[in-house]
Each structure stands twice: as structure tokens, then as C-alpha cells.
């Protein structure tokens, strides 16, 4: 994705596909009746005999990248902002000044950047106390990303590295209301001439209301002068990892049943300059060793988030990692594209390749062994570079050939993916192409669903790698919802073009998405999950996504319909009020199971008929799984979560013809046992 307010004429250029989606509130109960009842109904027919598509089991996966605080103030568990004191200001490129940090009582801090910690953390924040005392203590304080959340009979963790310039006493560690009122506190000892690390853990009560309306400090009780680098505060961890993740956002999306992780980026990968790209090796073993750097969405990355973090991401959410490669292009234009120039990010490509599935006996299976994890991760699949139909000088076709054939050469097993049209790398054909779609309103998406079954079947398969239906703001509402499933039902459809599939953005820091766009926590709106410090949930579209893959199928069955009815865009085009997909499932030693998808645009219940051929034996009652809601505009949020959410209940009289009502503006996935 791009920058919308850098790149406005740019966005015009990107093929928009077409979605339909879901919707969830309350639920009036469908039911099933027999055929005849529901007269002039639209009609759907099934041949559950005969096979379509084979469906790829790791269809449904995640794309992420470092936008709207994805990752700093959001999956990644750190609290504390600019831990470091290296993040700049706005859209500056040097920290001058420590920003987010503010003194409190008769101190004094600044940036000093002749006293670093170490090569990568480079400067320190240097703090004198003027006075201070047990009652009026003076050092520093931090608000972290919009407030820190706390809950109550909760351990967080404090660290930070210290050393002054003669005895400036115990310091102070503690959480504290916005207001000033003190929560936790707990005091550090020991801090001499020299660097070191100090580590202590801070329990809240059981009594504390959850909240997000504090902040961290860090006093002493007596004057003097000292250096601080990477203060940290941690909470707990998914799978209490260390330096790990933030648990209900991992929950959320283990809900949706990922195959697999593209990462790092969309843009992140490429930086706005060479320099700022993402460097991995650079993201290695301890955090207190990793420099950081400026993020494509103008703050800055600690790069706490780094190589292994996401591989451990993927194991811990049963993902594959779906890599992508800087491929010597940046932003700002920036590009390389002779043999001799991307040498060295050609072997950078490949060492990144062989820390993930070398072995320990290799260079950097040895170092991801010395990092805690000797055994190779699972991987197929590595993409080349990011969006390059961007860079239009041409060089990505003589770039992605070089790549290409310098990584087959010694991973050929390795399926490699380009991202741009299969003519526009004339030198080289694909192994795959990675296509993006957002579509700015549901029509645009509408327009669009049959793209892909008019795609000739000898071109390179598909992954769908970024698509959303922009409705609704700032996150996505029940319209988008519905064509998302919609353009999911269409993937589905030709699952064999279509191998997989990531929603994009995945993830949105909602608490601040008005003022200047360098406060912001938001850059870009309509994502899948959004969260506060504190808070968390998922929208209707992350609810389409959670059906879909909840609900997989083995193959796709032939169907039609007709008397489907249309419904008006408010430019005045006419799209199908419905849309669907027949899958099956099987499993070993369980009947199998015929699975029907539909998202419904109708603004009324519509009975449909449906015709079943091709099976003998179908279970009298079926699972219906549907999310409606009667106000299409409407959609989830922090104080409401689950106001647009999927009901799952029983319906009866099903045979080979029975009459589904559809809930008014729905989607949803009807199972039906075969027997």
C-alpha cells in the first residue's frame, strides 16, 4: 500500500477487484421450509457430485506491516514510547530531542550523544536532579502509546540500563494515574559508574479498575546526575514469551486460523530510502543491540519486532512465514537494478532465507540456533520486493530476474513471487503474482468479482496479497463486510488461480485517528482489528474473514442461480443482491460436510431455494453461522466490540430442495451433513 495523501494519482493506477461482505447484530432466526412454500424465490442449484476447484488448505493467511503503530504500541508487548530516545519528531530523520519523555519535579534531561550504551543504541538521555527528596522526588516520566493499560493482579515488568556520576541513591520505578495518584511502585538500587542493567517487576492490586489514564515514572530522592538508555515496561506475553507479543491481539487473530505470514511489509520492507529499509540482521538477538530505525508511516520503529519476532509469530500461531525480500527499491525512487549493484542485496536475501530454514550447521541456522531456536522454520514461499508497478523505470523485470534466479539456484524448491503482472517481467515468468485490491466503496468492489474467472488458467497462480473494501470509518462496516465476503466467495470460487489470500491492513491503533497526521495513531483507515491501550476488537470484515477460513472447504462444487435480485449503488449501478460459493469438506472417519457461503446486500429477508443433486443422504438439520445487522453503516467498536458478530443455530427440514431465508444484510455459512 501507499500513502494516499504522497501519493494521490498513484492510487488510481492499482486494479481494484471486486468484494462482497458480511454484517452481524442480533439476529432474527432463518430457517429452512420445504421448496414449495418459497414460490419465485431466487434459486440456487448444487451439484454436489461434481468438483470445481481444488481449494489450497492455506488459502486464508496475514499481511502485516509496521502502519498505524502495528507493531510499537500494538502487537509488540513493549509499553513504554521511545524507550530508547532515538525517535525523532515528526518527519525528521534525527532525534534532537527526547521526545514523548517530560521531567517531573526539579529535573533536567537531555539528549547526550558522546555517552551511548553501545554501538547501536548510540546516545543516552541524560538526567540531572536539581533537588529532590522522599517528598519530592524529580526524574522522568512517560505516557506510552496514548496511555498505558493496566489491569489489576498483574505483574509488568520495568528494565532499564543506568550508571551516574557519583551516588545518586535508590531510584523509583512506578505507575502512576495521569492524575498522579500512585498505583505501583517499587525501587531500584546499585546504580555506580558504570553501565549496567537493572530489572525489577511491579504487581498491581486486585482492586484496580482496568484502565488505560496512567503513565510510567522514574525518580530519585536525592540530587545528582545520571544516563538512561532502553527503559522498558513490558505486561504480559502471548505464550509469556520474552520481548513478545501483545495477548489479545495474538488471541484475535488465532480466531481467524492463519496459514500463513506475509512479513515484514508492504512498504516497511522497502523504507523510504535504501537506508531506512528493514534490515533484518540488524533486528537479531538483543533488543538493547538493535539501532532502529524510521518507519515508511513517519515514526519510529525500535525494532524490538524483529526477524525472529515474526517467525516466532508464525509458530506460535501455527502460520506459515510468507517472506518478502527488499529487492533494491525504495520509496523515495531510489533503485539498482544491474547484477553487479544488487549483489550484496541478493546475498542479503539469501542469508535471510537460510536463517529461516538452514540448518544449525550452516552460517545463519547457526546464528538463528544461537538467537534459541536450532530447528529450521517451515517455508514455500518468498516474494520479491513490494508493489514494484511503482517503480515505472522498468528495472523491476531485470531485478526480479536476477533475484529469482539467484535464489532458485540454491533453494529451487522455494516457490517465488512477483509483484507486478506476469508481461511486465517479460525476462523472467513467476512462479506466482501478487496481486492487490482495495476498492474505495462497495461498489468499486462489485464490479469486480468475476476478474478472476475470466483469468486464463496457463498464467501464474495468484496470491491475493492486500485487498479490503474501503466502507465505513475509521475501521470497516457491515456493507464492506458484505462485499468482503463477496470477493472472498469469488476467490474461493477459483481456487484454482487464486492460492492465497491476506486482508490488509491487519492491524489499527484507534486512539488518536484525528489531528496532525504526525500525532496520529492511525495512517490509514479500514483494517481488521482495532485497539487502545487497553482495549481490543474485531470488525465485521475480521468477522468474514474468521467464517470463511473457520469453514474451509476441500473443493469447490459446481452451482448456479438464478432470480437472484439486484440492489442500487447510490451512483446508480445495479449489482446482485446475493453471492455465494458451494464448498465441501471432508475429514477422516466423519461424514463429510457440504458448505454453503453467501453474503447477502438484499435490505430485506430473502427466501432462497435451494436444489441439491449428486448425494444421496443429507442430515435432516444443518449449522447455520450468519452475522446480520439491520443498519448496514453501523459497525464494531472499543466500547462496542461485538455489536456486529457471528450467531451460529439449527436449522431444520433440510433435503435435496428446501427453501433458506437469508437475513437482510447478511453473511453467512450454511453446513450441511452428508450422509
Excluded at 502485516?64 to 530516545?85: D, K, P, Q, V
Excluded at 438464478?562 to 451512483?571: L, Y
Aim: glycine share 8%; charged share 20%; hydrophobic share 40%.
Amino acid at each position: 500500500m501507499r500513502r494516499l495523501f504522497e501519493c494521490p494519482t498513484k492510487m488510481k493506477n492499482l486494479k481494484l477487484l471486486s468484494l462482497c461482505a458480511l454484517s452481524v447484530a442480533l439476529l432474527a432466526p432463518s430457517w429452512a421450509a420445504p421448496a414449495a412454500k418459497a414460490a419465485g424465490a431466487p434459486e440456487l442449484s448444487i451439484a454436489a457430485d461434481r468438483v470445481k476447484a481444488r481449494i489450497n488448505p492455506h488459502l486464508y493467511g496475514l499481511m502485516t506491516e509496521e502502519i498505524n503503530f502495528g507493531y510499537e504500541g500494538g502487537l509488540y508487548g513493549e509499553l513504554i514510547r521511545n524507550r530508547s530516545f532515538k525517535a525523532e519528531a515528526g518527519y525528521a530523520y534525527q532525534a534532537e530531542e527526547p521526545v514523548y519523555w517530560s521531567t517531573v519535579g526539579a529535573a533536567e534531561m537531555a539528549l547526550d550523544k558522546k555517552t551511548k550504551l553501545n554501538d547501536a543504541l548510540d546516545l543516552s538521555l541524560a538526567l540531572t536532579i536539581k533537588s529532590a527528596s522522599p517528598a519530592q522526588p524529580a526524574g522522568i516520566r512517560n505516557p506510552g502509546y496514548w496511555g498505558i493499560g493496566l489491569k489489576p493482579g498483574t505483574t509488568y515488568t520495568v528494565s532499564f540500563y543506568a550508571k551516574a556520576e557519583g551516588d545518586v541513591g535508590p531510584l523509583v520505578a512506578a505507575l502512576v494515574k495521569a492524575g498522579g495518584a500512585t498505583i505501583v511502585v517499587g525501587q531500584i538500587d546499585g546504580i555506580g559508574k558504570d553501565w549496567k542493567k537493572f530489572e525489577l517487576s511491579l504487581r498491581t492490586g486486585s482492586g484496580l479498575q482496568p484502565s488505560k489514564d496512567n503513565v510510567f515514572t522514574l525518580t530519585a530522592t536525592r540530587p545528582g546526575k545520571l544516563w538512561l538508555q532502553q527503559v522498558s515496561l513490558f505486561g504480559p506475553t502471548f505464550k509469556n514469551r520474552p520481548n513478545g507479543l501483545r495477548p489479545d491481539l495474538m488471541e484475535l487473530m488465532a480466531g481467524m486460523k492463519p496459514k500463513f505470514l506475509r512479513f515484514p511489509g508492504g512498504n516497511y520492507v522497502e523504507g523510504d530510502t535504501f537506508a531506512q529499509r528493514f534490515e533484518w540482521k540488524k533486528t537479531l538477538g538483543d533488543p538493547a543491540q538493535r539501532p532502529g530505525h524510521r518507519s515508511p508511516w513517519n515514526y519510529w520503529s525500535s525494532d524490538g519486532m524483529g526477524m525472529l519476532e515474526f517467525l516466532l509469530w508464525c509458530e506460535d500461531l501455527g502460520m506459515e512465514p510468507l517472506l518478502d525480500v527488499f529487492a533494491g527499491y525504495a520509496l523515495n525512487g531510489e533503485r539498482l537494478s544491474t547484477a553487479e549493484d544488487l549483489a550484496p542485496y541478493v546475498q542479503e536475501a539469501l542469508d535471510q532465507i537460510e536463517y529461516i530454514i538452514g540448518s544449525p550447521d550452516t552460517k545463519w541456522g547457526a546464528q538463528r540456533a544461537k538467537d534459541g531456536h536450532p530447528k529450521p522454520f517451515a517455508m514455500r514461499y518468498v516474494e520479491i520486493g513490494n508493489e514494484d508497478f511503482f517503480d515505472k523505470s522498468g528495472s523491476y523485470d531485470q531485478r526480479f530476474a536476477i533475484f529469482y534466479k539467484a535464489i532458485k539456484a540454491k533453494y529451487p524448491q522455494l516457490q517465488l513471487i512477483s509483484t507486478v503482472a506476469t508481461d511486465a517481467t517479460p525476462s523472467q515468468r513467476p512462479d506466482m503474482v501478487d496481486d492487490h485490491t482495495y476498492a474505495w466503496g462497495e461498489a468499486r468492489m462489485y464490479e469486480h468479482l468475476n476478474d478472476y474467472d475470466q483469468r486464463p488458467r496457463t498464467a501464474p497462480r495468484v496470491f491475493v496479497g492486500e485487498w479490503a473494501t474501503h466502507s465505513g470509518w475509521p475501521m470497516p462496516n457491515m456493507k464492506a463486510a458484505i462485499a468482503d465476503a463477496a470477493y472472498l466467495a469469488s476467490l474461493e470460487r477459483n481456487a484454482d488461480v487464486v492460492l492465497m489470500a491476506a486482508y490488509a491492513p491487519l492491524l489499527a491503533n484507534l486512539s488518536q485517528v484525528m489531528g496532525h497526521s504526525r500525532d496520529r495513531s492511525m495512517q490509514w483507515a479500514t483494517n481488521l482489528i482495532g485497539y487502545d491501550a487497553l482495549k481490543s476488537y474485531g470488525t465485521p470484515s475480521y468477522y468474514v474473514q474468521k467464517m470463511f477460513s473457520e469453514h474451509l472447504g476441500d473443493v469447490v462444487l459446481e452451482s448456479s442461480a438464478r432470480d437472484i435480485p439486484n440492489w442500487t449503488s447510490d451512483d446508480g449501478k445495479s449489482f446482485p443482491a446475493l453471492h455465494w460459493v458451494v464448498t465441501r469438506k471432508s475429514e477422516t472417519g466423519k461424514p463429510g460436510r457440504i458448505q454453503i457461503k453467501f453474503a447477502s446486500r438484499a435490505a430485506a429477508d430473502q427466501p432462497v431455494r435451494v436444489k441439491l443433486s449428486g448425494v444421496k443422504k443429507l442430515a435432516p438439520t444443518a449449522v447455520l453461522t450468519v452475522m446480520t445487522s439491520p443498519d448496514p453503516e453501523a459497525g464494531n467498536s472499543l466500547d462496542e466490540p461485538t455489536r456486529i458478530a457471528p450467531r451460529t443455530q439449527t436449522v431444520k427440514g433440510i433435503a435435496s430442495e428446501f427453501t433458506l431465508t437469508l437475513p437482510a444484510y447478511s453473511v453467512g455459512v450454511l453446513e450441511i451433513e452428508v450422509r
